[in-house]
């Protein structure tokens, strides 16, 4: 229960510097209503996809978009703690130790799902109209938090190797980037074969499509398995680096 009850209270706090912080707000949710509104009504005559229909088509997108602009505070935040002292302070205090990453994990995980639900509602304001039954909803907002809680250890483990905040939150470009290289604002059919080599075959396309179908369409996607093995793969993966990094810095 120590590990429980600590990583609760490390994301409250976190989560006061996180709501009071008006930079976080204006780049993690006006910054995506913003972009679906320029993608929708400036950009969206252009594209081949009717108007309505686009605005169903980009918002999976969208939603990933704030979770990637998100976690880059989460590094940044992270960062942040280890330049001021603050994990060797937390190191000579009665805590579990695991409870310092946990919560910075789960208090992007919180932040940023309350952020993309901001964002969904807004995108129901300007007309989408989500054909998802119970079901549906359900698999989406599972798939969203398993693809929140991966990108939320890439940035952990970016927080802690940074060697200064902006170097800790400039990798949440390169998440964004694969948003623009991927099915998110166009088909990939569309993308010169090259890039649609590398669309069709990277993570954030599977997750995309699987949010896609289940929201606009109202179908059950093969390719969720997909979308979900590229998110559990990645929590694996940065989980175990950022463990045995942070358990370096303790040394």
């Known amino acids: 229960m120590t590990v429980f009850t600590d990583t609760l ?24 209503i913003m972009l679906m509104l320029a993608f929708i009504y400036i950009f969206g005559g252009a594209m081949t996809i009717p108007p309505e229909t686009y605005k169903g088509f ?12 998100g976690v880059g505070y989460t590094a940044f935040r992270l ?15 009665p ?14 995980v919180t932040f940023n799902f309350i952020s993309a639900m901001i964002v969904l509602f807004s995108s129901i304001l300007i007309g989408f109209r989500p054909k998802a039954d ?20 890439i940035a952990v483990l ?22 623009f290289i991927s099915s ?10 090259v890039l649609r080599g590398f669309a069709d075959h990277q993570p954030m396309t599977p997750i995309i499509n699987s ?24 929590i694996v993966i940065f989980q175990v680096l950022s463990i045995y990094v942070y358990r370096k810095k303790l040394r």
């Open 134 to 153: 119970g079901l549906e909803w359900l698999m989406a907002i599972i798939l969203l938090l398993v693809a929140t809680y991966a990108l939320s250890w």
């Open 211 to 234: 949010l896609r179908s289940l929201l606009t369409e109202g179908q059950m996607p093969s390719e969720i398995w997909v979308a979900l093995a590229w998110s559990i793969g990645t």
């Open 58 to 69: 980009i918002v999976p997108a969208i939603l990933l978009f704030t979770v990637a602009s």
């Open 158 to 179: 970016f927080g802690l190797i940074a060697k200064n905040n902006e170097t800790a939150i400039a990798f949440s470009y390169l998440l964004i980037g694969l948003l």
């Open 79 to 93: 960062n942040t703690d280890v330049q001021n002292g603050i994990f060797e302070r937390f190191h000579s205090m």
């Open 95 to 108: 805590i579990a130790k695991s409870a310092i990453l946990n919560s910075h994990v789960m208090t992007s």
């Open 9 to 32: 209270t490390l994301t409250g706090r976190m989560m006061k510097h996180m709501t009071r912080s008006v930079d976080t707000i204006m780049t993690v949710v006006l910054m995506p």
């Open 184 to 193: 998110g604002f166009v088909p990939t059919e569309t993308l010169p074969k």
